[in-house]
């Protein structure tokens, strides 16, 4: 795998990745009372951990889309 992801969109990603995987927990959002919330927003937050630390996303691969310097 090569890599495709930038330093910008990674930090951007690992902000995100957290948020995601804290605000069911910590929020307080009505929204986060239905347990499909909850699942949808730590599957999303763990898929953008994942991208992050392995700096490739399958997706920018698909649309032949990269944000890191050669």
């Avoid at 795998?1 to 951007?12: C, E, F, H, Q, Y």
């Avoid at 990745?17 to 909850?38: C, D, K, R, W, Y």
């Amino acid at each position: 795998m090569t890599k495709n992801i930038g330093t910008a969109d990674r930090v951007l990603r690992l902000v995100l990745g957290i948020i995601l995987l804290a605000a069911p927990f910590v929020s307080g959002l009505a929204i986060f009372s239905s347990s499909a919330a909850t699942i949808v927003a730590v599957i999303a937050g763990l898929v953008m951990l994942g991208t992050s630390s392995m700096r490739f996303c399958p997706m920018y691969r698909i649309f032949g889309i990269q944000t890191c310097k050669l």
